[in-house]
Every structure is written in structure tokens, then in C-alpha cells.
């Protein structure tokens, strides 16, 4: 089945280190989104991309990096200098040129700072 | 930023009831559209309304789009437990294909 997948489920990072946080998809989707989500809070934008080997900043970018080398992965780095990491990470991807179309979300990666 | 304010934030209901929520945003769009999210999981996507359309239906869903007020609403029909979620209004606008969402609706459905 196409779909979307983020790993890990849980993640524990320590002050000052670097996590990845994975989204790969099968769903020959274009466009992918990361998104970081608070409790009881909406969505917010923190890095997309439309096309292989092009990316942009979201509102919420500083601290994060991503890379997008193939079409099928968008991993998301949260670096030390995001000073507040713990939240729950949502990977998505869209169809480009579909602008009628929802995003399909993987199911998130919760990280907690210890 | 945040464009939706979604209203109510947290609702409960009894099971067969309708369950209606409101957005609003702030700027023109091209559409807009409805996720549902089970606690500790991802969204999942419910229904889209083009900005040039006023109301859809699918299933038990209702949505309706009111350009000139720049607001939107969802209605549950027949409420059931497993209706138990968040919901929440996201808009797309422009060609980038970026979503922004409401703060969103917390429902609960009581048997």
C-alpha cells in the first residue's frame, strides 16, 4: 500500500545534539512538508519542498535543516539551536500541480528533550 | 502563522447528535479543506471545498465556504463515538502548495 512513513515513533534527545527525524513516501508525490505540532496547538510550517534538490523555509525553520536528494525521502535535522524541540513532527506529501488535492500525513515522530 | 481560528475549540456531544464546527481565515484562498487527527496520530484528510464552491457533502460531512465572511463550517451528521477526534480547517493559497491550519476543534462523542 502507497503510503507515508516516519520513523522512529518516539525520540529522546539529549542538550546540544543533533537528531534526524525520517519521512520517506511511495506515493510518487512532488511536494513534502514538515510540520511541528504543540499540545493542543494547530500545525506549523517549518520547511517544504516542491521539486528534488530544492527546499524552502516554513515559518518556524530556524534550528531545523532538511535535505531532499531523492524524491522518495525528506528528512527533517532539528539542530541545537532549536531551543524548544520537544513536540510532536508531522511528515506530508502532496501531488504537485494538484492544488486540489489534501496533503497525505505519515503518522509522526513525538521527540522529547531530556 | 496561524490563519484559522477554528470555534469552537472543544465540544461534547451525545452519540447521534450533529456535531457542527466553524473556521475562519484571513486571507484569500484557494481552497480550503478539513483533517481529522486521532490523539497521537497523524491527520488524516477529510474533504476540500474550492474557494469557488459553497458547500459539499461526503458521507456524514457537510461543508460549507463563505468567501465574503472568510469563513467555513463542518457538519457531523449522526455523530458516533469513533467520531471522537480533533478536527481541523487548513487553507491553501498561492502555487507553493503550503497549508495553514486552524488551532482546531477537539469533539467528543459520547455512547
Known amino acids: 500500500d502507497g503510503g507515508i512513513t516516519q520513523s522512529p515513533k518516539y525520540l529522546f534527545r539529549k542538550e546540544g545534539q543533533n537528531v534526524t527525524l525520517s519521512c520517506e513516501q511511495n506515493?510518487?508525490?512532488?511536494?513534502m512538508y514538515w510540520y511541528r505540532q504543540d499540545p493542543g496547538q494547530g500545525l506549523r510550517l517549518i520547511y517544504y519542498?516542491?521539486?528534488?534538490?530544492?527546499?524552502q523555509k516554513g515559518d518556524i525553520a530556524e534550528g531545523y535543516s532538511v535535505s531532499r536528494e531523492k524524491k522518495e525521502s525528506f528528512p527533517l535535522t532539528v539542530t541545537s539551536a532549536q531551543k524548544n524541540p520537544t513536540a510532536f513532527y508531522l511528515c506530508?506529501?502532496?501531488?504537485?500541480?494538484?492544488?486540489?488535492?489534501?496533503?497525505?500525513f505519515g503518522s509522526g515522530t513525538r521527540l522529547t528533550v531530556v | 502563522s496561524q490563519q484559522g481560528e477554528e470555534d469552537p475549540q472543544a465540544l461534547s456531544i451525545q452519540e447521534g447528535e450533529n456535531a457542527t464546527m466553524n473556521c475562519s481565515y484571513k486571507?484569500?484562498?484557494?481552497?480550503l479543506q478539513w483533517y481529522r487527527q486521532n490523539s497521537g496520530r497523524g491527520l488524516v484528510h477529510l474533504i476540500l471545498?474550492?474557494?469557488?464552491?459553497r458547500e459539499k457533502h461526503s458521507g456524514r460531512l457537510r461543508v460549507t465556504l463563505d468567501t465574503s465572511k472568510k469563513s467555513s463550517s463542518l457538519l457531523i451528521t449522526a455523530s458516533r463515538a469513533a467520531d471522537t477526534a480533533s478536527y481541523f480547517c487548513?487553507?491553501?493559497?498561492?502555487?507553493?502548495?503550503?497549508?495553514?491550519f486552524g488551532q482546531g476543534t477537539t469533539l467528543q462523542v459520547k455512547p
Open positions: 506530508a506529501s502532496k501531488k504537485e500541480g494538484a492544488r486540489d488535492y489534501g496533503y497525505t
Open positions: 506515493l510518487n508525490h512532488d511536494a
Open positions: 519542498s516542491q521539486i528534488v534538490n530544492d527546499f
Open positions: 486571507t484569500s484562498i484557494n481552497n
Open positions: 471545498i474550492r474557494s469557488n464552491e
Open positions: 487548513a487553507t491553501a493559497s498561492g502555487n507553493t502548495g503550503k497549508l495553514i
